[in-house]
Protein backbone atom coordinates (compact mmCIF):
# COMPACT_ATOMS: atom_id res chain seq x y z
CA UNK A 1 0.00 0.00 0.00
CA UNK A 2 1.33 3.48 -1.12
CA UNK A 3 1.78 5.11 2.30
CA UNK A 4 3.66 8.56 0.88
CA UNK A 5 1.79 10.88 -1.76
CA UNK A 6 3.15 14.14 -3.17
CA UNK A 7 1.67 17.22 -4.12
CA UNK A 8 1.20 18.56 -6.68
CA UNK A 9 2.11 15.75 -9.29
CA UNK A 10 4.23 17.97 -11.32
CA UNK A 11 5.18 21.52 -10.58
CA UNK A 12 6.52 24.34 -13.08
CA UNK A 13 8.13 27.59 -11.80
CA UNK A 14 10.38 30.11 -13.01
CA UNK A 15 14.48 29.84 -12.21
CA UNK A 16 15.03 32.25 -9.19
CA UNK A 17 11.72 31.12 -7.55
CA UNK A 18 11.05 28.74 -4.36
CA UNK A 19 9.10 25.67 -4.85
CA UNK A 20 7.58 23.67 -2.44
CA UNK A 21 6.46 19.93 -2.56
CA UNK A 22 4.42 18.23 -0.38
CA UNK A 23 4.10 14.96 1.12
CA UNK A 24 1.08 13.07 3.15
CA UNK A 25 1.58 9.55 4.66
CA UNK A 26 -1.46 7.01 6.42
CA UNK A 27 0.73 5.86 9.77
CA UNK A 28 3.06 6.61 12.23
CA UNK A 29 6.59 6.78 11.10
CA UNK A 30 9.88 6.94 12.71
CA UNK A 31 11.47 8.96 9.98
CA UNK A 32 10.76 10.86 6.43
CA UNK A 33 13.35 11.04 4.01
CA UNK A 34 13.78 12.90 0.77
CA UNK A 35 15.00 11.78 -2.55
CA UNK A 36 16.05 13.16 -5.56
CA UNK A 37 15.81 11.59 -9.06
CA UNK A 38 17.13 12.99 -12.42
CA UNK A 39 15.74 11.08 -15.54
CA UNK A 40 15.73 7.32 -15.54
CA UNK A 41 18.93 7.46 -12.49
CA UNK A 42 19.45 6.29 -9.63
CA UNK A 43 17.84 8.19 -6.65
CA UNK A 44 19.64 10.62 -4.60
CA UNK A 45 19.59 11.14 -1.28
CA UNK A 46 18.65 14.82 0.56
CA UNK A 47 17.53 14.90 3.64
CA UNK A 48 16.27 12.64 6.50
CA UNK A 49 13.89 14.37 9.09
CA UNK A 50 12.90 12.14 12.32
CA UNK A 51 9.28 12.18 13.84
CA UNK A 52 10.64 13.81 16.76
CA UNK A 53 12.22 16.59 14.68
CA UNK A 54 9.85 19.43 13.10
CA UNK A 55 11.77 21.52 10.83
CA UNK A 56 15.57 20.65 9.44
CA UNK A 57 18.16 22.83 6.70
CA UNK A 58 20.58 21.76 4.36
CA UNK A 59 21.77 24.45 1.76
CA UNK A 60 18.63 25.57 -0.36
CA UNK A 61 16.70 23.17 1.44
CA UNK A 62 14.19 23.42 3.85
CA UNK A 63 12.20 20.25 5.34
CA UNK A 64 9.52 20.34 7.68
CA UNK A 65 7.03 17.46 9.42
CA UNK A 66 4.38 17.82 11.04
CA UNK A 67 3.33 13.90 12.65
CA UNK A 68 -0.06 15.87 13.77
CA UNK A 69 -1.19 16.20 10.13
CA UNK A 70 0.84 12.86 8.62
CA UNK A 71 2.44 15.18 6.26
CA UNK A 72 5.97 17.10 5.27
CA UNK A 73 6.98 19.77 2.99
CA UNK A 74 10.07 19.90 0.86
CA UNK A 75 10.80 23.93 0.00
CA UNK A 76 13.47 24.51 -2.54
CA UNK A 77 14.78 28.42 -2.53
CA UNK A 78 16.14 30.20 -5.39
CA UNK A 79 15.28 27.60 -7.54
CA UNK A 80 18.08 26.91 -10.48
CA UNK A 81 18.09 24.68 -13.54
CA UNK A 82 19.62 22.12 -12.28
CA UNK A 83 16.90 21.28 -9.73
CA UNK A 84 15.24 19.77 -12.52
CA UNK A 85 13.96 16.49 -11.25
CA UNK A 86 11.47 14.39 -9.79
CA UNK A 87 10.97 14.39 -5.64
CA UNK A 88 9.86 11.66 -3.76
CA UNK A 89 9.30 11.63 -0.01
CA UNK A 90 9.99 8.18 1.99
CA UNK A 91 8.54 6.89 5.15
CA UNK A 92 9.75 3.72 6.81
CA UNK A 93 7.71 1.65 9.66
CA UNK A 94 8.22 -0.55 12.89
CA UNK A 95 8.11 -3.45 9.90
CA UNK A 96 11.50 -2.35 8.87
CA UNK A 97 9.67 -1.26 5.41
CA UNK A 98 10.73 1.66 3.46
CA UNK A 99 8.55 3.03 1.44
CA UNK A 100 8.11 5.42 -1.23
CA UNK A 101 5.50 8.40 -2.92
CA UNK A 102 4.56 8.58 -6.65
CA UNK A 103 6.77 11.73 -6.60
CA UNK A 104 6.79 15.36 -7.79
CA UNK A 105 7.73 16.38 -10.96
CA UNK A 106 9.90 19.74 -10.98
CA UNK A 107 10.82 21.70 -14.04
CA UNK A 108 12.33 25.11 -14.10
CA UNK A 109 12.00 27.25 -16.72
CA UNK A 110 14.53 29.47 -17.41
CA UNK B 1 34.44 5.46 -4.48
CA UNK B 2 31.08 3.97 -2.43
CA UNK B 3 29.06 3.19 -4.70
CA UNK B 4 25.73 0.23 -5.05
CA UNK B 5 26.39 -1.66 -8.48
CA UNK B 6 23.86 -3.40 -10.35
CA UNK B 7 24.02 -5.66 -13.91
CA UNK B 8 23.22 -5.65 -16.14
CA UNK B 9 21.53 -2.11 -16.77
CA UNK B 10 19.91 -3.33 -19.62
CA UNK B 11 17.78 -6.47 -19.95
CA UNK B 12 15.49 -7.67 -22.34
CA UNK B 13 14.03 -11.63 -22.24
CA UNK B 14 11.45 -13.77 -22.69
CA UNK B 15 8.36 -14.47 -20.61
CA UNK B 16 9.34 -17.74 -18.39
CA UNK B 17 13.26 -17.13 -19.07
CA UNK B 18 14.75 -17.46 -15.34
CA UNK B 19 16.86 -14.36 -14.72
CA UNK B 20 19.35 -12.51 -11.93
CA UNK B 21 19.83 -9.06 -11.27
CA UNK B 22 23.21 -8.76 -9.37
CA UNK B 23 23.83 -5.97 -6.88
CA UNK B 24 26.44 -5.09 -4.40
CA UNK B 25 27.81 -2.55 -2.46
CA UNK B 26 31.50 -1.76 -1.01
CA UNK B 27 30.38 0.59 1.91
CA UNK B 28 29.68 -2.51 4.21
CA UNK B 29 25.83 -1.78 4.56
CA UNK B 30 23.74 -3.85 6.54
CA UNK B 31 20.58 -2.96 5.16
CA UNK B 32 19.68 -3.73 1.49
CA UNK B 33 16.74 -3.02 -0.74
CA UNK B 34 15.01 -3.54 -4.19
CA UNK B 35 12.88 -1.41 -5.28
CA UNK B 36 10.72 -1.49 -8.90
CA UNK B 37 9.54 1.50 -10.16
CA UNK B 38 6.69 2.10 -12.85
CA UNK B 39 5.35 5.10 -14.40
CA UNK B 40 2.89 7.15 -11.65
CA UNK B 41 3.47 4.91 -8.95
CA UNK B 42 6.77 5.76 -7.53
CA UNK B 43 9.24 3.10 -6.31
CA UNK B 44 7.77 0.05 -4.41
CA UNK B 45 9.64 -2.45 -2.65
CA UNK B 46 10.02 -6.00 -3.59
CA UNK B 47 12.55 -7.38 -0.56
CA UNK B 48 14.28 -6.18 1.80
CA UNK B 49 17.42 -7.49 3.92
CA UNK B 50 18.60 -6.87 7.67
CA UNK B 51 21.46 -7.90 7.32
CA UNK B 52 22.96 -11.44 5.94
CA UNK B 53 20.72 -14.02 6.08
CA UNK B 54 17.77 -12.15 6.90
CA UNK B 55 15.39 -11.25 4.28
CA UNK B 56 11.81 -10.03 4.36
CA UNK B 57 8.94 -9.42 1.48
CA UNK B 58 8.13 -5.67 1.14
CA UNK B 59 5.20 -4.28 -0.76
CA UNK B 60 5.40 -6.24 -4.21
CA UNK B 61 7.42 -9.70 -3.23
CA UNK B 62 5.24 -11.83 -5.99
CA UNK B 63 7.16 -13.65 -8.73
CA UNK B 64 10.56 -12.66 -7.08
CA UNK B 65 13.51 -14.23 -4.91
CA UNK B 66 16.34 -12.78 -3.14
CA UNK B 67 19.03 -14.15 -1.29
CA UNK B 68 21.70 -12.64 1.53
CA UNK B 69 25.16 -15.04 1.43
CA UNK B 70 27.00 -11.98 2.20
CA UNK B 71 26.65 -8.65 3.07
CA UNK B 72 27.89 -7.15 0.17
CA UNK B 73 25.75 -8.85 -2.18
CA UNK B 74 21.64 -9.16 -2.70
CA UNK B 75 20.87 -10.30 -5.90
CA UNK B 76 17.26 -10.09 -7.38
CA UNK B 77 16.07 -13.51 -9.13
CA UNK B 78 13.32 -13.87 -11.12
CA UNK B 79 12.56 -17.35 -11.89
CA UNK B 80 9.56 -17.07 -14.63
CA UNK B 81 9.33 -13.56 -15.57
CA UNK B 82 6.00 -12.46 -16.91
CA UNK B 83 5.43 -9.15 -18.92
CA UNK B 84 3.57 -7.58 -15.96
CA UNK B 85 7.53 -7.27 -14.60
CA UNK B 86 8.68 -4.99 -17.35
CA UNK B 87 9.93 -1.87 -15.35
CA UNK B 88 13.27 -0.22 -13.80
CA UNK B 89 14.51 -1.86 -11.29
CA UNK B 90 16.46 0.26 -8.21
CA UNK B 91 18.91 -1.88 -5.76
CA UNK B 92 19.56 0.66 -2.58
CA UNK B 93 21.98 -0.06 0.70
CA UNK B 94 22.23 1.85 3.63
CA UNK B 95 24.59 1.85 7.02
CA UNK B 96 21.81 -0.25 8.96
CA UNK B 97 17.79 0.17 10.10
CA UNK B 98 17.80 0.61 13.25
CA UNK B 99 14.18 -0.86 15.12
CA UNK B 100 14.39 2.29 17.00
CA UNK B 101 15.64 4.87 15.45
CA UNK B 102 14.41 3.53 12.33
CA UNK B 103 15.99 3.88 8.54
CA UNK B 104 18.93 5.58 7.08
CA UNK B 105 20.30 7.60 4.14
CA UNK B 106 19.68 4.79 1.57
CA UNK B 107 22.45 5.01 -1.41
CA UNK B 108 21.01 4.11 -4.50
CA UNK B 109 22.01 1.68 -7.68
CA UNK B 110 21.95 3.32 -11.20
CA UNK B 111 18.85 0.87 -12.23
CA UNK B 112 18.20 -2.35 -14.79
CA UNK B 113 15.84 -1.44 -17.43
CA UNK B 114 14.01 -4.41 -17.68
CA UNK B 115 11.78 -5.65 -20.57
CA UNK B 116 10.10 -9.04 -20.47
CA UNK B 117 8.13 -10.06 -23.97
Known amino acids: SQQGEEDPQALSIQEGENATMNCSYK?????LQWYRQNSGRGLVHLIL?????REKHSGRLRVTLDTSKKSSSLLITASRAADTASYFC??????????FGSGTRLSIRP | EAQVTQNPRYLITVTGKKLTVTCSQNMNHEYMSWYRQDPGLGLRQIYY???????DKGDVPEGYKVSRKEKRNFPLILESPSPNQTSLYFC????????????????FGPGTRLTVT
Open chain 2, 92 to 107: ASSRKFDRVAGSYEQY
Open chain 1, 90 to 99: ATDSSASKII
Open chain 1, 27 to 31: TSINN
Open chain 2, 49 to 55: SMNVEVT
Open chain 1, 49 to 53: IRSNE
